[in-house]
């Protein structure tokens, strides 16, 4: 990676009449390096165009979007929430397991358990349990993957509004340390 070529290119994109930055295409081999290529993005951003929104293509992992927004980046876009649900994975607050549970496991099979204890998504507001959910999974029901995509969807959102409160509160690093640490609340919230 070259941080000289990315700031200028980063300088070059903002000297132009565009609305909002896009930072994308090679951000590195490994997370660590991403984090600091990104960071490079918006520290040249930072000096040149402040008032501009920061759009990061492609990345959607829950640390990913922590670290994002740490680093000054305002939107993202990622398939991961849909991805995984086709894939049989529901999004959880478990960071040990990457933030989610994998309902194709076969000790899923018979769990009453609900994906997520207090979740406001219709899927659990439904009553849908991970068994039943698994289940579908376990028969290729099409009805599975558009279960667990409102709840992976309605999960990152929740999580979303978390991070855009602590922003406004001035309490964005406690909030993010909570959130790895799995200290989270995916109830319904602003009127959804």
């Keep these: 990676m070259f941080e000289?070529?990315?700031?200028?290119?980063?300088?070059r994109v903002a000297a132009s009449a565009c609305d909002g930055i896009a930072i994308g295409g090679s951000l590195g081999a490994d997370k660590p390096q991403m984090y600091e290529v990104v960071g490079w993005s918006t520290a040249a951003l930072d000096r040149v165009a402040p008032d501009r929104p920061r759009h990061l293509l492609g990345i959607g992992d829950i640390d990913d979007l922590?670290?994002?927004?740490?680093?000054?980046?305002?939107?993202f876009d990622c398939a991961m929430p849909t991805r995984l649900a086709r894939h049989g994975m529901a999004v959880v607050p478990d960071p040990e397991r990457r933030w989610r549970v994998d309902l194709t496991?076969?000790?899923?099979?018979?769990?009453?358990?609900p994906i997520l204890e207090g979740c406001g998504c219709p899927t659990c507001v439904a009553g849908y349990p991970r068994g039943y959910v698994a289940h579908l999974l376990h028969l290729r029901d099409a009805t599975a993957g558009r279960l667990l995509t409102l709840h992976n969807l309605h999960v990152v959102a929740r999580l979303m509004d978390d991070v855009r409160a602590a922003i406004a509160d001035g309490t964005l690093a406690d909030r993010t340390a909570a959130i790895r640490a799995g200290v989270v609340s995916f109830a319904r919230s602003h009127g959804t």
């Design 105 to 113: 496991a076969s000790r899923w099979r018979r769990s009453t358990e």
């Design 66 to 75: 922590l670290r994002g927004v740490e680093l000054g980046i305002d939107t």
């Design 4 to 11: 000289d070529l990315r700031v200028a290119s980063t300088e």
